[in-house]
């Protein structure tokens, strides 16, 4: 059975940071990325990361203040949060990919989801 189970999201004041965790069960994922969502606005794309090597990509609005990284050992994927601005409130999701076809940006490619752990960003 596969899991994807998220932690760390929490109430951070702008400037802070945070680090999400995704422990992922069941199946092996050739590549792993984080969404998030805000309140009346579509599921975004975030970071991803392909589990064989290790290349990673980042939206435009997390470059620079994100950092995905993998730990093989644990099946784990990280997102390290700095510089939070209030922008970046949503619920994160962690996705996992079975098969890259296509573009990791793209929430279709993602065979599984976890329940998504909530950001709160305070000004």
């Known amino acids: 059975q596969v899991q994807l189970v998220e932690s760390g999201g929490g109430l951070v004041q702008a400037g802070g940071s945070l680090r999400l965790s995704c422990a992922a069960s069941?199946?092996?994922?050739?590549?792993m990325g984080w969404f998030r969502q805000a309140p009346g606005k579509e599921r975004e794309f975030v970071a991803a990361i392909r589990w064989n090597g290790g290349t990673t990509y980042y939206a435009a609005s997390g470059k620079g203040r994100f950092i995905i990284s993998r730990d093989n050992a644990k099946n784990t994927v990280y997102l390290q949060m700095n510089s939070l601005e209030p922008e970046d409130t949503a619920v994160y999701y962690c996705a996992a990919a079975l098969l890259v076809q296509g573009r990791l940006g793209v929430p279709d490619i993602y065979n599984y989801w976890g329940q998504g752990t909530q950001v709160t960003v305070s000004s």
């Open positions: 069941g199946r092996f994922f050739n590549a």
